[in-house]
Nanobody, 123 residues
């Protein structure tokens, strides 16, 4: 069955970096889009970035553009989110998800989610 497992979350100081991983199983990444989202307790899940593996296009939210980079290693069936220059407002639980489509759809169309990995940015 389709499974997504995130890892890499940690406590980091402002200005620091983290690299999150999303390991997929039950399907191959080659043609599908994977999105990264984040959620703070009491707030709606927010889209952060998406990679469309069918054409290589990437998308970023305004708040992370220029600081975060999404990438995919299809040999490892894993998508990464490199996060640089982290800010306290980046603190959240980060989730990866997929709708098993060859595009980056809105968040409500995602059918499969990982369990999340927590990121805390604090001094």
């Amino acid at each position: 069955q389709v499974q997504l497992v995130e890892s890499g979350g940690d406590l980091v100081q402002p200005g620091g970096s983290l690299k999150l991983s999303c390991k997929a199983s039950g399907f191959t990444l080659d043609y599908y889009a994977i999105g990264w989202f984040r959620q703070v307790p009491g707030k709606k899940r927010e889209g952060v970035s998406c990679i469309n593996n069918s054409d290589g296009k990437t998308y970023y939210s305004h708040s992370v553009k220029g600081r975060f980079t999404i990438s995919s290693d299809n040999t490892k069936n894993t998508v990464y989110l490199q996060m640089n220059d982290l800010k306290p407002e980046d603190t959240a639980v980060y989730y990866c998800g997929t709708a098993l489509v060859t595009s980056c759809p809105p968040g409500y169309e995602y059918d499969y989610w990982g369990q999340g990995t927590p990121v805390t940015v604090s001094s």
